[in-house]
Nanobody
Framework: QVQLVESGGGLVQPGGSLRLSCAAS????????MSWYRQAPGKEREWVAS????????NYADSVKGRFTISRDNAKNTMYLQMNILKAQDTAVYYC???????WGQGTQVTVSS
């Protein structure tokens, strides 16, 4: 069955960096557009970034553009989100999303605090 498993979250100081991973299985990952979303406490889930199957096209929310980089390794069936210059407002649970079938991962918590 389809599985999306996020990892790499944690507590980081403002200005720091984290790299999230999303390990996928149960579908043809290499041809699937994938996305990252996040949900902060008391807020709706919001789109962060997307990447096409080949990795040739990426898109970002304005709030993370220039600080976050989405990438993928199709040989490892894994998607990544490199997050730099983290801010307190980046604190959220981050989710991996397989767009075409609407599958979500379980999420990984990112907390940016001094």
């Amino acid at each position: 069955q389809v599985q999306l498993v996020e990892s790499g979250g944690g507590l980081v100081q403002p200005g720091g960096s984290l790299r999230l991973s999303c390990a996928a299985s149960g579908f043809t990952f290499s041809t699937s557009t994938m996305s990252w979303y996040r949900q902060a406490p008391g807020k709706e889930r919001e789109w962060v970034a997307s990447i096409t199957g080949t990795g040739g096209v990426t898109n970002y929310a304005d709030s993370v553009k220039g600080r976050f980089t989405i990438s993928r390794d199709n040989a490892k069936n894994t998607m990544y989100l490199q997050m730099n210059i983290l801010k307190a407002q980046d604190t959220a649970v981050y989710y991996c999303f397989w767009r075409s079938r609407g599958y979500w991962g379980q999420g990984t918590q990112v907390t940016v605090s001094s």
